[in-house]
């Protein structure tokens, strides 16, 4: 079990980190950008999880085998030919950012969760709900804001409504199903609510 959530957790982290890494090489950021650009995606998510679940220091920080794959990720992603692939092809790029940033969503929003039962807050859904929306879209947030973007959660389709079905799922099925079924249905379904969101450019109304 532990190790299916070990993979669980870094396929998250590998899909954020890459997708941070796509944002700063499409804003021709250089390879101090990109690295931290791609780490603060795949770790900033769980640094806010925790300081709102009072761990400190984060989980990341003591820890930081994770903050290293996003970093090895980020740098690979640096590469010439990963590069020239990503700033010559605009619709792969898209594909390829919308895909990575989904996984990472449905993942991360789904850890929150987890990570506020072992807290102790198992009999409290909405805190559950929030702390599991707020580690989906966190690290993607700070990354938009790093890059000079406005943050998907604010105007991009449905993203942090598909975190928060993704949680609110997870939270509501942990107590029939348990711990690795909930978490895989929760983030399958903010998985697919990103793709059809994007596919269909389903939005909620705007000013």
């Not at 079924?181 to 596919?199: E, Q």
Request: net charge positive.
């Amino acid at each position: 079990m532990q190790t299916l959530l070990v993979i669980f957790e870094m396929l998250g982290t590998v899909a954020f980190a890459v997708s941070g890494a796509f944002v700063g090489i499409h804003k021709k950021m250089d390879l101090f950008g990109i690295a931290v650009l791609g780490m603060t995606t795949a770790v900033g998510g769980g640094i806010i999880r925790d300081v709102l679940l009072g761990v400190t220091p984060p989980a990341s920080l003591c820890n930081p085998v994770y903050a290293l794959v996003a970093l090895a990720c980020a740098l690979i992603t640096f590469l010439p030919a990963v590069r020239r692939l990503i700033t010559h092809r605009q619709k792969l790029y898209d594909v390829i950012l919308l895909v990575l940033d989904s996984v990472g969503l449905g993942v991360f929003s789904v850890v929150g969760v987890r990570a506020a039962f072992a807290a102790g807050f198992g009999d409290n859904l909405f805190l559950q709900v929030f702390v599991g929306a707020m580690t989906g879209v966190g690290g993607g947030v700070l990354r938009d804001v790093m890059a000079d973007c406005t943050p998907y959660v604010f105007s991009k389709h449905i993203y942090a409504c598909a975190s928060i079905a993704g949680a609110l799922v997870c939270a509501v099925l942990w107590r029939f199903l348990g711990e690795l079924p909930s978490m895989i249905l929760g983030a399958l379904l903010t998985f697919i609510l990103r793709l059809l969101a994007a596919k269909f450019r389903w939005s909620l109304p705007k000013a």
